[in-house]
């Protein structure tokens, strides 16, 4: 499996970004092609190194059906929205699930 990561630093307004993150920016995620699951992941505690506020983790079969992905106007869509609120906090990482 391939994976689309998100990890969000720390927003200065966490109900407002919440509020625009649910409620606007993975209705649009949602409707990537070739996306089999997302599964957020809301921090409680930094243990050591950078803090981050949230990590998004967006599941696809492969390789090939991450970079389709990418490439759809969707995904652009969701690009732009993601730009509009959390340009500065957002680190976006591709990786592979090992078994």
Known sequence: ????????RQPTDPAEFDRHYFQTHLPLIAKTPGLQKTAITRFTRTILGEEFY?????????????KAAMKSPEMAAAGENLNSFAAGLVTLLFGEEEQ
Not at 1 to 8: E, V
Not at 54 to 66: G, I, K, N, S, V
Request: aromatic share 10%; proline share 0%.
């Open 1 to 8: 499996m391939s994976k689309l990561i998100a990890l969000y």
């Open 54 to 66: 949230l990590m998004a983790e967006m599941t696809f079969a492969d390789r090939e059906a991450l």
